[in-house]
């Protein structure tokens, strides 16, 4: 059974809730980061996994991608998607990320944000990407990282007094499942090491092209001394891959 925590009405209204959700892209702590790897668009193809509210997909056009589809799972992130839409160009698709079936070299980019520690196999997505990419297309996504994931508490250790003394990593060589707590209980994630998610590209295929581990921006930890704490360990893991030419 596929994951679909965000049609989840409590999930969901959390979610909405969210900086990120309210503000978009430029409340997004990483953007900055997976923003400047994004390659030019103009006249290309874009697929968005786990397109959510379809903010990427929506600054695709706005940097004259030729065409933009977003996937997900959701029925409440693709409405909310469509209402914040008016482009003939985007068009949305309900299906879960593992079951994508494009065409051999049908786009550009293949972007996806937050969206593959929700999946069981990084191995089959790589496979499917890699085959829907044109030669020398790109493929640029982020996830949250294994740092982060690897303990069911994705939280940090704290004193009696509540002040954050560190984060703890355990059983980070353990892939798999983790039962995990994010906006409500029963959240389900898959912790990967670093070194399956780089290796898994390379066995598809992929050249390695960046990888990134993200804080926030100057102007965001000015703006919000709370994010000072994301200097203290890593969150997020970007990685953009190219399809080479043959």
């Not at 994951?3 to 999930?11: M, R, T």
């Not at 892939?175 to 389900?188: C, H, K, S």
Request: charged letters at 30%; hydrophobic letters at 35%.
């Amino acid at each position: 059974m596929k994951q679909n925590k965000y049609d989840d009405v409590n999930f969901f209204s959390a979610y909405e809730k969210m900086q990120r959700s309210v503000n978009g892209l430029e409340a997004a702590g990483e953007w900055h980061v997976l923003k400047a790897l994004i390659p030019d668009l103009r006249k290309k193809s874009v697929l968005d996994l786990g397109c959510g509210f379809g903010w990427h997909c929506r600054y695709s056009r706005e940097q004259q991608a030729s065409s933009v589809i977003g996937v997900d799972i959701s029925d409440k992130m693709l409405q909310k998607a469509r209402e914040m839409t008016d482009d003939p160009l985007i068009s949305y698709i309900k299906m879960p990320i593992e079951d994508i079936d494009f065409s051999d070299a049908q786009f550009d980019v293949v972007i996806s944000s937050l969206a593959f520690h929700y999946i069981k196999s990084f191995e089959a997505i790589c496979k499917k990407v890699y085959d829907c990419l044109k030669p020398g297309g790109v493929f640029i996504f982020s996830v949250e990282h294994p740092i982060f994931t690897s303990r069911n508490e994705q939280d940090w250790y704290y004193d009696d007094q509540g002040n954050r003394l560190h984060w703890a990593v355990d059983d980070y060589q353990s892939e798999g499942v983790r039962e995990t707590t994010f906006l409500t209980e029963n959240v389900i994630k898959y912790h990967r090491t670093f070194s399956t998610y780089i290796n898994d590209l390379i066995h598809a295929g992929f050249m390695i092209r960046t990888v990134k581990e993200p804080i926030p921006s100057e102007e965001m930890l000015k703006r919000e001394p709370d994010m000072q704490d994301e200097l203290r360990r890593p969150m997020f893991l970007i990685i953009s891959a190219e399809k080479q030419k043959k």
